[in-house]
């Protein structure tokens, strides 16, 4: 199982970045995949996750109707569109991806894999 997350960058407050996290062996048969991110000093927090089955998506507060989460099947990749961004939301960005069979979470317990992370800074 391996995830590669890419897209990260240097942007002004306001833009958009799209980060992509390549997913290869088993990783795309996944329950759910998942972006969390890690501020300097702060704890992993979530972001978004879609689940492989539904297609449901689930963001987190400070994020929702900025952020988008979605999945390509032919690509095997999942991304994060990422507009209106603030200098709040600079953060190594890392993508996960959980087997679990219970219900649901966004706890980064969950999650079984991770990729390596990308660096996403907002100026301001």
């Known amino acids: 199982v391996q995830l590669q997350a890419s897209g990260g960058g240097l942007v002004q407050a306001g833009g958009s970045l799209r980060l992509s996290c390549a997913a290869s062996?088993?990783?795309?048969?996944?329950?759910?995949m998942g972006w969390f991110r890690q501020a300097p000093g702060k704890e992993r927090e979530f972001v978004a996750d879609i689940s492989n089955w539904s297609g449901s998506t689930y963001y987190a507060d400070v994020v929702k109707g900025r952020f988008t989460i979605s999945r390509d099947n032919a690509k095997k990749t999942v991304s994060l569109q990422m507009n209106s961004l603030k200098p709040e939301d600079t953060a190594v960005y890392y993508c996960?991806?959980?087997?679990?069979?219970?219900?649901?979470?966004?706890?980064?317990?969950?999650?079984?894999?991770w990729g390596q992370g990308t660096q996403v800074t907002v100026s301001s």
């Open positions: 062996g088993r990783a795309y048969s996944a329950s759910a």
């Open positions: 996960a991806a959980s087997y679990r069979t219970t219900p649901r979470t966004h706890a980064s317990s969950w999650y079984d894999y």
